[in-house]
């Protein structure tokens, strides 16, 4: 058991220096050795169905996600473990490996001593410091370059989702985390659903996701699609705008920005500001239909007015 471990420390390390190497199975005791036991001191994170511990590797990290076990189901563990699976991109956390550790316990039920399946399912995957995107967007001070940096980037992992067959269904700013240069990654895909090449739909009859970023027909059960992951981006993007959820008057928005865009790139800067707001109006849209058709078709549209800019710029000089 000792060699194992050791084995697979040694791989997991290797795997922290090669961005290649693909995520592998993890036995429970090597987890178990870098959290301390899942001390409370290496707790990071918590939420509903899962703790987040930093686990220690020599001067490395990374974060190790313990299912609870109201959520030991293992359709949903193999469903999640294969998502993350299929996904290599800067935009998304890169997932190292996992563990599903079965082991016999002897448990007491109604007087007697009986033989239980005590059940442990983890996650592994890279540690990202800064934490969650919530967290900046509280930020009073942030700044209008940064903002539409983290918007393109949500923008461009989501789309490379899509095109792996991946609808998220729980985009939130708490599920996007910012590394060190304020690179945004996406990340928990618990209620993520992987379609095969020829399908784009499905049908739940189970609410998925979380209120406030959850798209209405998907509020009582509805069609699974793409554009569910498109109206919670136009949430997210708000939130990035206006520190806050709902809908506010585009001049407003514009207004609360003006003191802090530099005064050189004051005309640039709104413009970028302006059309960031009408693509999440748009993506906030209670008709699916009347959504963007992709994320790559809002990348489309903030690379061209990025060319127009550009041109402009060239042509004042």
């Known amino acids: ?3 194992k ?17 693909l995520p592998k199975a993890l036995p429970l005791s090597l987890l178990e050795e870098i959290t301390d036991d899942f001390s409370n001191e290496q707790e990071i994170g918590r939420g509903g169905f899962a703790v987040v511990y930093k686990g220690i590797l020599g001067d490395r990290a990374i974060a190790v996600k313990r299912l609870s076990k109201a959520y030991m189901h293992e359709r949903e563990f193999h469903r999640e473990v294969r998502c993350l699976m299929r996904v290599t991109h800067k935009n998304v956390v890169r997932f190292l490996g996992y563990c599903a550790d079965t082991q016999g316990s002897m448990k ?12 442990q399912r983890l996650l592994c995957f890279e540690y990202i410091p800064k934490g969650g995107l919530d967290k900046y967007i509280m930020d009073a001070n942030r700044e209008w370059t940064t903002c539409y940096k983290i918007i393109k980037g949500i923008c461009e992992g989501l789309q490379y989702l899509h095109e792996k067959h991946i609808i998220h269904l729980d985009l939130k700013p708490a599920n996007i985390l910012l590394d060190d240069n304020m690179v945004p990654k996406i990340t928990d895909f618990g209620l993520s659903r992987c379609f ?8 739940t009859k189970t609410i998925l996701g979380t209120m406030g970023y959850l798209a209405p027909e998907l509020r009582e059960g509805g069609v699974i699609a793409r554009s569910d992951d ?3 981006l136009g949430v997210i993007i708000i939130e990035v705008l206006t520190g806050q959820k709902g809908y506010q008057a585009t001049e407003d928005v514009l207004e609360s920005w003006s003191d802090r865009l530099e005064r050189s790139q004051r005309d640039t800067l709104s413009e970028q500001i302006r059309v960031c707001y009408k693509i999440a ?7 699916p239909k009347k ?19 550009v041109c402009s710029n060239f042509e004042s000089l």
């Open 1 to 3: 058991m000792e060699h």
């Open 291 to 309: 959504r963007p058709a992709s994320a790559r078709d809002i990348l489309d549209r903030l690379h061209e007015l990025e060319s127009i800019q």
């Open 196 to 203: 095969n090449e020829n399908q784009s739909r499905d049908i």
């Open 230 to 232: 498109l109206y919670s």
């Open 108 to 119: 007491r039920y109604d007087g007697e001593l009986v033989m239980a399946d005590v059940r």
């Open 281 to 287: 109006l748009e993506c906030r849209d209670f008709n």
């Open 5 to 21: 471990a050791s084995t697979a420390r040694s791989d997991l390390e290797q795997m922290l220096v090669d961005e290649t190497a």
